[in-house]
């Protein structure tokens, strides 16, 4: 867990979030939100952002696979700054998703809907595989995905993330 906002739950206990420690997501374990939010750092340059009311079940922290269960909620994978692969998958339902270029990706279960802000993720689902860039959107209830019309709207959660993004970049640049 690489920072943190409000009450945040790993399995069901509150994150206990002291500075310079950054509590680990074990295999098996439920990181859940409530008027809160939580950033994980999946591998270099990818990381896992949740709005409140959100939770992930992490499936497998490898670096070479990272796996994680998003169950609900809404999350952004930023993977703005990864560079070769992107070895991260979730899954969400009876789909699985794949990150195939660096991008910004968000996945909100109450629409069952995945975007790409940048980048292309592969979604396997009913044996079958889909790709989604910036100009589609993905339907997991339907298991099929359409043009995207606009640039859609910002919202807090967006905005928020893209600060955190900014706050790590700015960080980088010191160190």
């Known amino acids: 867990i690489h920072y943190l906002e409000g009450a945040v739950l ?6 206990d979030h002291k500075p310079a420690t950054f509590p680990l997501l074990k ?3 439920v990181l859940k939100t409530e008027k809160g939010r939580a950033e994980l750092m999946l ?8 709005d409140e009311n959100s939770s992930v079940k992490m499936l497998s ?4 696979s990272t796996r994680l269960e998003f169950i ?5 994978l930023d993977a703005s700054d990864a560079e070769g692969d992107i070895p991260v998958t979730i899954q969400f339902k009876d789909a699985s998703v794949s ?6 990706y968000r996945i909100d279960s109450d629409t069952c809907v995945l975007q790409a802000y940048s980048g292309e993720a592969a979604i396997t689902q009913q044996s079958k595989e889909r790709r989604v860039d910036s100009s589609r959107l993905y339907f997991f ?3 099929t995905d359409t043009k995207k019309f606009g640039e859609g709207t910002d919202d807090e959660f967006l905005d928020w993330a893209r600060n955190r993004n900014q706050v790590i970049s700015e960080e980088n640049q010191i160190a």
């Open 43 to 50: 591998t270099p340059g990818v990381f896992l952002r949740l």
């Open 27 to 29: 295999n098996g374990s």
């Open 99 to 104: 990150f195939l270029k660096a991008g910004l």
């Open 141 to 143: 209830e339907l298991g």
């Open 72 to 76: 609900d909620g809404s999350a952004i």
């Open 61 to 64: 922290s490898l670096l070479t």
């Open 10 to 15: 790993m399995d069901n206990l509150p994150v």
